[in-house]
Antibody, heavy 120, light 106 residues
Framework: EVQLVESGGGLVKPGGSLRLSCAAS????????MNWVRQAPGKGLEWVSS????????NYADSVKGRFIISRDNAKNSLYLQMNSLRAEDTAVYYC?????????????WGQGTLVTVSS | DIQMTQSPSSLSASVRDRVTITCRAS??????LNWYQQKPGKAPKLLIY???SLQSGVPSRFSGSGSGTDFTLTISSLQPEDFATYYC?????????FGQGTKLEI
């Protein structure tokens, strides 16, 4: 079974840092682009960052550029998101999602999410 | 950035109704359009990819159509488990963007 499991969320003060992890299983992790997508409480979905299979191509949303760092360890089948200089508006459930490529590319599956709360 | 606009934002319907949700892109995105379903407290689930391809395991009452800037998601006969929020998403260019969501309610 293809599965993604996030961890590392929690309560952090503004200006603080947090590192999220996503453990992948049931597929060849090293062959896929991976993404982080977040959802603020009661709001819609916002793409955060993506990383190609060999980490050679990385992209960020403008809202997190310069503060967040995406990385992966293919040997450990794991995806990471290092979040620095956190702000209240970063409060959200963070999902990792595998990108599947066809004509376009789409996110499937998604992990269950991990909640990050930025508050003093 | 490409803006995705869904309509309506919310929709009241009944079991066995036929429902259509519309998604419009701010510029042409060819068929680079996907649809997701999200239930409260759960992760989004892929329904439709490449505008009209049904994801494996998704019931055939779901269908997608469109290309360019205008797209639709149709549920041919609503079932109780279909009451959820639906999102469109473009993968034509980064940043990938989602519509604001359509909440389907009884």
């Amino acid at each position: 079974e293809v599965q993604l499991v996030e961890s590392g969320g929690g309560l952090v003060k503004p200006g603080g840092s947090l590192r999220l992890s996503c453990a992948a299983s049931g597929f060849t992790f090293s062959g896929y682009t991976m993404n982080w997508v977040r959802q603020a409480p009661g709001k819609g979905l916002e793409w955060v960052s993506s990383i190609r299979s060999s980490s050679t191509y990385i992209n960020y949303a403008d809202s997190v550029k310069g503060r967040f760092i995406i990385s992966r360890d293919n040997a450990k089948n794991s995806l990471y998101l290092q979040m620095n200089s956190l702000r209240a508006e970063d409060t959200a459930v963070y999902y990792c999602a595998r990108a599947v490529v066809g004509v376009s590319n789409w996110f499937d599956p998604w992990g269950q999410g991990t909640l990050v709360t930025v508050s003093s | 950035d490409i803006q995705m606009t869904q309509s309506p934002s919310s929709l009241s319907a009944s079991v066995r109704d036929r429902v259509t949700i519309t998604c419009r892109a701010s510029q042409s995105i060819s068929s680079y359009l996907n649809w997701y379903q999200q239930k409260p407290g759960k992760a989004p689930k892929l329904l439709i990819y490449d505008a009209s391809s049904l994801q494996s395991g998704v019931p055939s009452r779901f269908s997608g159509s469109g290309s360019g800037t205008d797209f639709t998601l149709t549920i041919s006969s609503l079932q109780p488990e279909d009451f959820a929020t639906y999102y469109c998403q473009q993968s034509y260019s980064i940043p990938y963007t989602f519509g604001q969501g359509t909440k389907l309610e009884i």
